[in-house]
């Protein structure tokens, strides 16, 4: 990431407050589904994006904020969805 703003000749994206990235690793409960631990994060993300947002929620950001999903992929190094 340090080296991003040379090899990519552009700003570095490690001060933009709009650039998020964030990784979980876990592991689903026997009765947690895929399809529910995704609506699950995502709503907690979307939660987490708009308290971060504070008093400048517009509809645009509402908007914008509502799109914004999680994705869930399988380990490597285990079976089965992490």
Same mark, same amino acid.
């Given at each position: 990431? !340090?080296?991003?703003? *040379? @090899?990519? *000749?552009?700003?570095? /994206?490690?001060?933009? *407050?709009?650039?998020? #990235?964030?990784?979980? /690793? +876990?592991?689903?409960?026997?009765? &947690?589904?895929? !399809?529910? !631990? @995704?609506?699950?994060?995502?709503? @907690?993300?979307?939660?987490? &994006?708009?308290?971060? %947002? +504070? +008093?400048? &929620? ?6 914008? /904020? %509502? ?5 869930? &992929?399988?380990?490597? *190094?285990?079976? +089965? #969805?992490?």
């Amino acid at each position: 990431m !340090a080296l991003q703003p *040379r @090899l990519m *000749r552009e700003a570095s /994206i490690l001060g933009d *407050r709009n650039t998020m #990235w964030l990784r979980l /690793i +876990g592991r689903l409960r026997p009765d &947690v589904t895929r !399809a529910l !631990a @995704l609506t699950r994060t995502n709503e @907690l993300f979307r939660r987490l &994006v708009t308290e971060e %947002a +504070g +008093g400048k &929620v517009t509809p645009d950001t509402k908007t914008a /904020i %509502a799109k914004l999903a999680t994705e869930l &992929v399988p380990s490597r *190094r285990f079976s +089965g #969805w992490c």
